[in-house]
């Protein structure tokens, strides 16, 4: 069954989507192909201390939120910022889907979803009719 809207909660370590309606919700997870390692940075070094994207891990992600029309994305830190830029520039289809991209600590699945049917609620009121 495909939704309409989407949610994808992440951060580095996996992503957490769910396609759902007023009634129900079905959550898929990517995982990255390799384990998120947290770098610490050391003064004077040449790195700013955080490893480098995983271009194959927001692909799958890209992939998984296709069929669904307006997709939120949420996370606690600097993933979802990381999943936008690579939308934008390797997926611009996809990345017109996404409606909005909010802060969001970690929650259980039952609060991204709650979330995520308040944030389309809100979206859809505000929308002109005969649109999306």
């Known amino acids: 069954m495909t939704h309409y809207h ?4 992440l951060d580095h370590q996996e992503a957490r989507i769910f396609q759902f309606n007023t009634a129900d919700a079905e959550e898929l997870k990517v995982l990255p192909s390799r384990p ?3 770098l610490h940075h050391h003064h004077g070094g040449a790195t700013d201390g955080r490893s480098l994207a995983d271009p194959t891990f927001y692909r799958d ?3 998984a939120l296709a069929p669904y029309g307006e997709v939120l994305i949420c996370g606690p830190a600097q993933a979802k910022q990381e999943l936008m830029k690579f939308l934008e520039q390797h997926d611009p289809a996809i990345h017109h889907k996404v409606t909005g991209v909010e802060t969001v ?4 699945d039952a609060q991204i979803v709650a979330h995520a049917r308040k944030y389309f609620r809100r979206e859809d009121k505000m929308r002109p009719l005969g649109t999306g």
């Open 6 to 9: 989407a949610v994808v909660w």
């Open 36 to 38: 998120h390692v947290q």
């Open 61 to 63: 992600i890209a992939r």
């Open 105 to 108: 600590d970690h929650p259980t």
